[in-house]
């Protein structure tokens, strides 16, 4: 077990995180059954305001949260328990975060900040909401070298060795959110903080948009990358095989890197203030993240094969069957894994430049980061709070808990299959995101949204209410395995952190060569971004003054 | 690096077959849109 000041920390971290997960899920059941009109909101509660705290909730604030709780345990048990200093400066990263994570979510319930988690201009919410974005910012950036100082103190101890993977892959996933946050940091504190309490008068729209998207795509691999920390590193161990192989999982986080920064246009396809050659050499560079991708699908059905076949299979899928199905742990994360391949073949739909006409601010989208984001991420997620917690608090994962935790997974994988096939079929037939109800004046192909089985917002509403009771059974069990459930005092009762052998001594050095690919990924982001966004900034349109529609 | 690495010997059959489902599975998705955006 790691020393119980880091366990600390982590449990903390957790606490935050499924506080956000049970208002934003909340959010979540509103939201269905007001787009399905079952469900109207008293006049001082807003469709945007909640969709605000829902995104911002759920997918910034449990994201970042647990994974810095998975960070910290991990690293602690992988390079040992964390220095005076390093202690130190976690905790005031960890505060800083915090108290950016309340002020903005102040000011979303105040109604001062229905802008989404997007927040484009020339919206415009208070000032204090983007001072709240820059301080959670700021402080996961504190955090961010907390870690690094850690795994540095380990590099100068270990001369010349390579670090553990766990290890590695962690300060892959740091190294990345570093950079993307320069975007964010850019455009929050340049543009919209002077512009929201009015020093300047105009924004420059496409720019912060640009810069925005700039975060925002290598912000969905800042989630990604810990669940796939867990799907290389935990899986094979409670599958009780090796690490596959440990070189290739080093290049596929490292090239996670380089592809998922420079790429931000394929969120801005349909924007006029954009050419189209930037477009296309980015959706090129977009497409080069399939290559780590499928890295990683082959590596996973290798695991599972060969530990398969050490239990006997046979023939072309008999492993299928000898995969440990009844341990939570592993069925939680195969759920989230298998709910990724139409996820990823969806994300490449997106990508595909004109085809992003087609699904372009539709419910398909919706669809998409709910079995991107919402399920493969947040299920792994799941999955590793089964035992983390635990594990943290020296308590047992009864049997109790585990039949619920079955029970969970299994209600979320049922909830988010209505729902999300729903949006992604709504989608293609046209329904937007981002509305409330709207019957568009009883038109024809309106109407239909709300017909067929498959394809209507009532199915999307009994997928949102399924989705609902699985949080909350996750609530509980976090709740119990947090404070409740019985001490474990035998040793088999104890939790373990499952982490995996992996056999460095093939891997080559210049793997962990940092200064290799921030270099390069500067370089490709210098290639991609210099001349489109210098071209924004020297040949600008008027700014646009701030709007507040709601 | 030596030749005689710790994956020799492994029968990764189903391994190909499966990441071939998955291929399968992105082209199929992809040219279901990609029908859907020539027919509008
Ligand atoms: C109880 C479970 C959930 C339900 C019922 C639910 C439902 C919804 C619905 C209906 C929308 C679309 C609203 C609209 O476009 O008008 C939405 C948006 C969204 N959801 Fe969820 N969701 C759930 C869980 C999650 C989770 C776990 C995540 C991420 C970790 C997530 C992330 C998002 C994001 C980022 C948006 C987009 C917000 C925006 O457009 O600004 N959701 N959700
Ligand atoms: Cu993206």
Same mark, same amino acid.
């Given at each position: 077990m790691i020393a119980l000041q880091d366990r600390k920390l982590a449990l903390w971290y957790i606490a935050v995180a499924y506080i956000a997960f049970l208002i934003g899920t909340l959010m979540g059941l509103l939201q269905v059954f007001i787009r399905n009109d079952k469900l109207q909101l008293p006049a001082w509660l807003d469709y945007y305001q909640i969709l605000t705290a829902h995104g911002v909730l759920l997918a910034l604030i449990y994201t970042t949260f647990f994974i810095f709780a998975f960070f910290v345990t991990g690293m602690s048990k992988s390079i040992g328990t964390f220095g005076p200093k390093v202690r130190l400066f976690s905790w005031i990263g960890f505060w800083v975060t915090l108290i950016g994570t309340v002020l903005a979510t102040a000011m979303i319930v105040a109604g001062e900040?229905?802008?989404?988690? =997007?927040?484009?201009?020339?919206l415009m919410a208070s000032g204090w909401y983007y001072v709240g974005l820059a301080l959670f910012v700021v402080g996961t950036w504190i955090s961010s070298f907390a870690l690094i100082g850690h795994y540095r103190v380990w590099r100068k101890n270990n001369k010349g060795e390579l670090s553990p993977l766990f290890a590695f892959m962690t300060i892959t996933t740091i190294v990345l959110w570093l950079i993307a946050c320069l975007g964010v940091v850019a455009t929050v504190l340049f543009q919209y903080i002077p512009w929201a309490f009015g020093?300047?008068?105009?924004?420059n729209v496409e720019l912060s948009r640009s810069l925005f998207w700039f975060f925002g795509h290598p912000l969905v691999y800042f989630w990604l990358l810990p669940a796939y920390i867990a799907w290389y590193v935990i899986v094979p161990k409670i599958l009780g095989v090796k690490v596959f192989s440990d070189s290739l999982a080093r290049l596929a986080f490292v090239l996670f890197i380089l592809f998922s920064i420079p790429v931000g246009f394929h969120h801005q396809l349909t924007e006029p203030g954009i050419s189209n050659f930037w477009k296309f050499l980015q959706v090129v560079l977009t497409f080069m993240v399939i290559i780590p991708s499928l890295m990683t699908a082959f590596t996973m059905f290798a695991n599972f094969e060969i530990s398969g076949r050490k239990k006997g299979a046979t023939g072309l899928f008999g492993w299928f069957k000898k995969?440990?199905?009844?341990?939570v742990r592993f069925t939680s994360i195969f759920i989230a894994m298998a709910f990724f391949i139409p996820g990823g073949a969806g994300g490449i739909i997106n990508a595909s430049f004109q085809l992003n006409e087609v699904v372009h601010n539709t419910l398909w989208i919706v669809g998409h980061f709910h079995i991107t984001v919402g399920t493969p991420v947040a299920m792994t997620f799941m999955g590793l709070t089964f035992w983390l917690i635990p594990y943290l608090t020296g308590r047992k994962f009864t049997k109790s808990m585990q039949i619920l935790a079955f029970v969970q997974i299994i209600t979320w994988s049922i909830g988010m299959l209505l729902m999300s096939t729903a949006q992604h079929i709504l989608g293609l037939l046209g329904a937007p995101r981002r509305t409330a109800y709207s019957n568009y004046n009883n038109h024809p192909s309106a109407m239909e949204?709300?017909?067929g089985i498959l394809t209507s917002h009532v199915t999307m509403a009994v997928g949102g209410s399924i989705l609902f009771l699985s949080a909350m059974i996750l609530i509980y069990i976090v709740v119990m395995s947090m404070f409740l459930s019985p001490k474990a005092v035998k040793v088999e009762d104890q939790v373990e952190f499952p982490m995996a052998e992996s056999?460095? =001594?093939?891997?080559?050095?210049?793997?962990?060569?940092w200064w290799i690919w921030i270099g390069i990924a500067f370089a490709l982001i210098i290639i991609a971004y210099a001349i489109p966004l210098s071209s924004m900034i020297m040949h600008a349109p008027p700014g646009s003054e701030g709007f507040k529609t709601w | 690096m030596s030749k005689n690495n710790e994956h020799d010997g492994l029968d990764l059959r189903g391994t190909l077959a499966s990441v071939m489902v998955v291929g399968v599975i992105i082209v199929v998705m992809w040219v279901v849109v990609y029908m859907m955006y020539l027919g509008r």
């Open positions: 900040a229905s802008v989404l988690y =997007t927040f484009y201009a020339p020093w300047s008068d105009t924004i995969l440990p199905w009844k341990d949204w709300f017909d056999d460095k =001594t093939h891997t080559p050095k210049w793997l962990e060569n | -």
